[in-house]
Nanobody, 123 residues
Framework: QLPLVESGGGVVQPGGSLRLSCLASGFTKNYYGIGWFRQVPGKERERISCIAITGTPTYYADSVKGRFAISRDNAKNTVYLQMNSLKAEDTAIYYC????????????????WGKGTLVTVSS
């Protein structure tokens, strides 16, 4: 069983919305935060958002503040990323990741990654 499984990616027009899901039922160890990163080919992976295991969002990148919202459903072991007012520059592969050291999904704490889901924003 994969530790993290993302879903919900697809093609959407500029201004549209998508909700990504990350099922974490395959990860059974303790952790402090879980969040989303994205990557465009040829560029570094970018930290987008993170939520603590308590359910408190701990980080949003400036590029998505006011447009994206992270949440979690502990009963379903699932973390969501609601993406609104999407722009062409949001096009990327979106990865779910677990922070086993802190609650803000900083790179040094990430050691579990999902396989990613592609989001394409295009008219």
């Amino acid at each position: 069983q994969l530790p993290l499984v993302e879903s919900g990616g697809g093609v959407v027009q500029p201004g549209g919305s998508l909700r990504l899901s990350c099922l974490a039922s395959g990860f059974t160890k303790n952790y402090y935060g879980i969040g989303w990163f994205r990557q465009v080919p040829g560029k570094e992976r970018e930290r987008i958002s993170c939520i603590a295991i308590t359910g408190t969002p701990t980080y949003y990148a400036d590029s998505v503040k006011g447009r994206f919202a992270i949440s979690r459903d502990n009963a379903k072991n699932t973390v969501y990323l609601q993406m609104n007012s999407l722009k062409a520059e949001d096009t990327a592969i979106y990865y779910c990741a677990i922070d086993t050291i802190g609650t803000e999904c900083r790179s040094y704490g990430i050691n579990v990654w999902g396989k990613g889901t592609l989001v394409t924003v295009s008219s």
